[in-house]
């Protein structure tokens, strides 16, 4: 087993874990601890890490078996699980609270980036605890919540979207806007905004502002952990109980590139 430090990053959420070496084989009892902390704390930052394309998808199996992208083209080319998060290729920052993929049957697990290029300041990746969220909610509110049920569809407006990314994703998916973490077993609010095509029940337009509504009370700054970037950052989130979103408030004329995987999950449901 590894031996490994581990330090707090927020009151909320988050732990940066010191003495893992990515670049190495992980074994089975350091992989399991690392999935176990990383459903307690949602988010997980492996700093000073130099890695190969083979040496990140080894390393992401500790915490599932990657899964396709969407968005070929932004696909690093001989790897096809590893996509490339950078501004350039009609690609633009994705500076919504969202949860990836929600328009799967099984949405990811976790999304697992890497910092390969960094800005001298700014861009980001904020990531909120939505146990913290659905807790923080009125007792009739929360109730009202675990009724609610959103239909979710890949986003067909983006810019960058080609027509061979559409193939197979046309069905819409239906998902408990409330879910239960299948290992810690907590209750969080689930959706993706600009996914969800509509809520059950609601048009689309009073499902656009009643979730716009809700992110707007639900998150605030004591449940939101924002990573700053340095070169060589591995940073693991949760994408079972949390919204995440990228900061596009650096020079453009610098370059910001992260590498991304994202690791196979489950069906959402409510216990």
Do not use: C
Request: aromatic share 8%; net charge negative; proline share 6%.
């Amino acid at each position: 087993m590894t031996i490994y430090t581990l330090m707090p990053l927020h009151e909320s959420l988050g732990l940066a874990v010191i003495g893992v070496d990515l670049s190495r084989p992980i074994d089975a009892e350091t992989g399991e601890n690392l999935s176990r902390l990383l459903a307690e704390h949602l988010v997980l930052v492996f700093p000073e890490q130099t890695l190969t394309p083979d040496q990140y998808l080894t390393a992401a199996q500790a915490f599932g078996p990657p899964m396709r992208q969407h968005y070929s083209q932004h696909q690093m080319p001989g790897y096809p699980d590893i996509g490339l998060v950078r501004h350039r290729d009609g690609q633009r920052a994705a500076e919504a609270w969202h949860t990836d993929h929600t328009n799967l049957e099984r949405p990811p697990a976790a999304t697992i980036l890497y910092g390969v290029e960094i800005p001298s300041s700014g861009g980001g990746t904020s990531v909120a605890d939505m146990r913290a969220a659905y807790w923080g909610l009125p007792e009739e509110e929360r109730r009202h919540l675990e009724t609610l049920r959103t239909v979710n569809g890949l986003d067909s407006e983006r810019t960058d979207t080609r027509a061979e990314d559409l193939a197979g994703y046309g069905a819409l998916v239906v998902h408990s806007m409330v879910r239960t973490h299948p290992v810690s077993r907590e209750r969080a609010v689930y959706f993706h905004p600009t996914k969800t095509m509509y809520i059950e029940g609601m048009t689309p337009e009073a499902s656009r502002e009643y979730l716009a509504d809700l992110v707007e009370r639900m998150i605030q700054p004591e449940i939101v952990y924002r990573h700053s970037w340095r070169k060589g950052d591995v940073l693991v989130i949760d994408d079972r109980a949390t919204l995440h979103r990228a900061h596009d408030d650096y020079d453009h004329s610098e370059s910001r590139v992260l590498w991304r995987i994202i690791v196979e999950g489950d069906r959402p449901v409510l216990v």
